[in-house]
């Protein structure tokens, strides 16, 4: 059984053996406290476990081995670029990079991932891209336009190409429409149906080979949406069938990881069969591109608390850092999960009930949306403690921004302790 259980407590349900309160009352990640990281270093601060991103390869690689095809993992770049952990992924060798930018095809090149290694899917691409994209012959470009396709083959007629399709159809965490990319709603990105044909023509005038079949359609998927992601998959096949050369099958990201306690983890085997299922027979390469799935709960980002105070009924928490620093529980509407880096008594009964206070977690900049957290249940907090906030990881750092000069941030990615090689 691949999919992971979940046995804590529920408020603290993402407690796994590598992230949780040790017997002192400290909160440690990989065998470190992050309270005595926050102390040593600048906060705002993201740290990320190196067990945890490895565990979660090898999980993907489990399942896929299941599947009876060949298969490749390729590692969305925008969901975390920090150069150590691009570096420890490279050095396991169990996955590529899925990248969407020419920026981030160089810097996979430059981390030593070689251009085979490289899947690129991107949306309004522009000729300068398709100029630099030209000069990597064996990076797989899925194009998602008839336009890409006509101004991609009048730069490289002959070469190999991906074609990303969109099924009309969406998953997303909780059923969540801004973490769909396709759906009822007419999107971007992607070949429909009725342009199939003129899609598959545009590549055969400049003898472009469609070697491969994209899709992706959606973010944090779990296992409420996997009947609607099987039918997905299975109208997906239908572009499959239209395009004799395809070789490989690339089903995008989107897995997703449990953000509150009533959520369950992906049940592996369960994902894992509906691709047996609807490919097994077709002699296909399998092909995933997992961000977060690999990364965003290998991470937490810690805040210091720098103020508490009422404010009519309300009890606001204010910590030194916001939306700038991690827009998904303020743009997407994710839930948040913060914990105290210190707790003051045995974590049941510090979590306790009759312990826990409803508070609003209030950030740094100076908008209205940004708040971290509305009532939720913590112990007692004090100016000066630190709170971590979890599933970090991914689509956080990698999409801040400057926004009331407010950007800078630590990183750094911890091996575990008893193990851990010097830092720089």
Request: hydrophobic share 40%.
């Amino acid at each position: 059984m691949l999919t992971e259980t979940v046995t804590a407590p529920s408020p603290l349900w993402w407690q796994r053996p590598d992230l949780g309160f040790a017997a002192d009352g400290a909160l440690t990640l990989a065998g470190h406290s992050l309270a005595r990281l926050a102390e040593t270093h600048s906060t705002p601060a993201f740290f990320y476990s190196a067990d945890r991103i490895q565990a979660k390869l090898r999980m993907l690689h489990l399942a896929l081995s299941q599947v009876g095809l060949p298969y490749r993992i390729f590692y969305a770049m925008k969901a975390n670029r920090f150069l150590p952990l691009l570096g420890l992924i490279r050095a396991t060798g169990t996955a590529g990079i899925d990248a969407c930018s020419p920026q981030e095809m160089d810097l996979a090149l430059a981390c030593g991932f070689s251009e085979s290694d490289i899947s690129y899917t991107a949306t309004s691409v522009s000729n300068q891209d398709l100029d630099i994209l030209a000069r990597h012959p064996d990076v797989l470009i899925n194009c998602d336009s008839l336009s890409t396709i006509r101004r991609l083959g009048e730069r490289c007629p002959g070469r190999a190409i991906g074609l990303r399709v969109n099924p009309g159809k969406g998953v997303g965490y909780g059923g969540n429409q801004l973490l769909q990319y396709s759906g009822s709603k007419t999107t971007k990105f992607g070949i429909y149906r009725e342009h199939m044909a003129e899609a598959l023509a545009m590549a055969a005038k400049y003898d472009l080979k469609v070697v491969c079949i994209h899709f992706h359609v959606g973010i944090g998927y779990l296992p409420p949406q996997l009947p609607m992601w099987d039918e997905v998959v299975s109208d997906c096949t239908w572009f499959v069938d239209q395009a004799p050369t395809v070789k490989s099958v690339n089903l995008g990201g989107g897995l997703g990881l449990p953000h509150v306690a009533s959520d369950r983890p992906l049940d592996l085997d369960h994902w894992a069969g509906i691709i047996r299922r609807h490919f097994g027979s077709r002699g296909v390469t399998v092909c995933v591109e997992p961000g977060d799935f690999i990364v965003k709960d290998s991470g937490v980002l810690v805040l210091q608390v720098n103020s508490v105070e009422r404010k009519q009924q309300i009890d606001f928490i204010g910590v030194n850092g916001g939306f700038n620093l991690a827009v998904e529980p303020f743009f997407y509407k994710m839930p948040c999960e913060p914990a105290p880096c210190r707790i003051s008594a045995a974590a049941e009964a510090a979590y306790a009930p009759a312990n826990l206070k409803p508070v609003t977690i209030a950030g740094n900049i100076n908008e209205a949306l940004d708040i971290w957290a509305e009532q939720v249940l913590l112990p007692p907090l004090k100016e000066g403690d630190y709170l971590a906030f979890i599933n970090a990881g991914g689509y956080a750092s990698a999409m801040s921004s400057n926004h009331c000069m407010r950007g800078q941030f630590y990183e750094r990615l911890l091996y575990p302790a008893a193990a851990a090689p010097p830092h720089p």
